[in-house]
């Protein structure tokens, strides 16, 4: 009986030390998560719903605004300023393949030293760390009629692609995209040259030794093994290049000529700072939230099913 009771003491004391340190492992976990959350709800949560709240009204400057439920929403269906926005998000968003595939091809060149990588290697960074509002003014110049690269282009003979690229309806979306890629690709570059520097050298060799080239060795050997970092760099791009387009497209185009360059995002300033229309600011900006939102999703869920299927035996 004596050691039937020291056997249920004992087990009721290992319990009481397991529920104590369950306890304190909670607590600690909590604590270490309180900033974060609190930095979530303070600056993430608060402002969407604050911004669902406006988007209600109807405001007109510093008037007491109006309470129209859903009728800014309702607007937006029949406004072509905003369609033609979306309709530019939509072909931005068609540009991602370059976004993904570009910074690599380059980070295994440079991974693999072809002559001359160490420069490259800093010369495809440096784009990164110029201010985009600088980027932006320094090829409002470049891409000007008159600017240098219609200059090199007519010294080159190629007078018919000396075109106006900032003023064209076509023309300046994909250049405004084209810079875009030029100012932020060197982040890519150097997040796929960290998941290269994982795959072990004898692989890379091994592969050149059964005689494959660039292109297979990076459809078969490089893309496999850091799937990964391509997803991860895929739905950055994803929801990046629909919000990293402000400071260029102000200082490049402010959305002209008409609006062939309009986004959502610029919209929304122009909307909500220049005509002073808050609520509907609000509404467009909630609009473009659940349009990166969507393209996010679909685009972790499609590189998570990629990513299942390649664990897969």
């Not at 939509?90 to 693999?112: K, N």
């Not at 001359?116 to 409002?140: N, Q, T």
């Not at 000529?257 to 220049?274: K, N, R, S």
Request: charged letters at 15%; one cysteine or more.
């Amino acid at each position: 009986m004596s050691d039937r009771k020291l056997d249920k003491r004992d087990a009721q004391s290992v319990g009481t030390s397991r529920s104590r340190r369950w306890r304190r492992e909670l607590t600690v976990g909590l604590i270490l998560l309180a900033p974060g959350i609190a930095l979530a709800v303070g600056f993430k949560l608060i402002p969407l719903i604050r911004g669902f709240w406006l988007s209600l009204f109807e405001t007109r400057g510093f008037e007491e605004p109006t309470f129209i439920g859903f009728g800014n929403y309702e607007r937006m269906l029949t406004d072509t300023t905003v369609i033609k926005a979306f309709t530019n998000a939509l072909l931005v968003v068609s540009t991602l393949p370059i976004w993904v595939f570009l910074p690599l091809i380059l980070a295994l060149l440079l991974f693999l030293q072809v002559p001359g990588w160490k420069f490259f290697r800093a010369s495809f960074f440096l784009p990164y760390m110029i201010a985009p509002i600088v980027v932006g003014i320094m090829f409002r110049q470049i891409l000007a009629p008159d600017g240098p690269l219609n200059e090199i282009l007519r010294s080159l003979g190629f007078d018919n692609l000396a075109i106006e690229w900032l003023n064209g309806s076509t023309s300046a979306l994909f250049s405004l995209v084209g810079v875009a890629l030029w100012s932020f690709f060197g982040l890519g570059v150097l997040n796929y040259l960290s998941a290269l520097s994982t795959i072990p050298g004898e692989i890379i060799e091994a592969s050149r030794l059964d005689g494959a080239g660039f292109w297979r060795m990076l459809v078969q050997v490089v893309l496999p093994m850091i799937k990964p970092m391509v997803g991860y760099w895929t739905v950055l791009c994803a929801s990046g290049v629909l919000i990293w387009m402000f400071p260029l497209i102000y200082a490049l185009t402010r959305g002209g000529p008409g609006d062939a360059t309009m986004l959502p995002e610029f919209l929304v300033f122009l909307t909500t700072f220049q005509f002073l229309d808050r609520g509907y600011g609000s509404a467009i900006g909630l609009a473009l939230f659940l349009f990166v939102a969507v393209i996010s999703v679909f685009t972790v869920r499609y590189m998570y099913n990629e990513g299942a299927k390649g664990m897969r035996p």
